[in-house]
Nanobody, 115 residues
Framework: QLQASGGGLVQAGGSLRLSCAASGSVLSFNAMAWYRQGPGKTRDLVAAIRSGSSTNYADSVKGRFTISRGNAKNTVYLQMNSLTPDDTAVYYC???????????WGQGTLVTVSS
């Protein structure tokens, strides 16, 4: 069970930090990622991180977003800075044993950026 939190309403130029934690799992997810789905759009990769801290970002968020793993097992964060209205979307946490997208999805957390 992946639980995502931290979404909300923010003005353009602001910041938010999303959190995701897997509860009740004995598995260790080596790949965790954030995806997002804007209105009328497909669900696309935002950022991913693998064990060993290898990261991958969508071009549209490079330099603004940072994905990181928490000290607790199976936790991941997404620090989002310099937000724009184009970042408005439902953000989904994803986890996989070895790769992304994995088989496990969180419920989504809504991020709304006002202009």
């Amino acid at each position: 069970q992946l639980q995502a939190s931290g979404g909300g309403l923010v003005q353009a130029g602001g910041s938010l930090r999303l959190s995701c934690a897997a509860s009740g799992s004995v598995l260790s997810f080596n790949a965790m990622a954030w995806y997002r789905q804007g209105p009328g759009k497909t669900r696309d990769l935002v950022a991913a991180i693998r064990s060993g801290s290898s990261t991958n970002y969508a071009d549209s968020v490079k330099g603004r977003f940072t994905i990181s793993r928490g000290n607790a097992k199976n936790t991941v964060y997404l620090q989002m800075n310099s937000l724009t209205p184009d970042d408005t979307a439902v953000y989904y946490c994803n986890a996989g044993l070895y790769r992304y997208p994995g088989n496990y999805w969180g419920q989504g957390t809504l991020v709304t950026v006002s202009s």
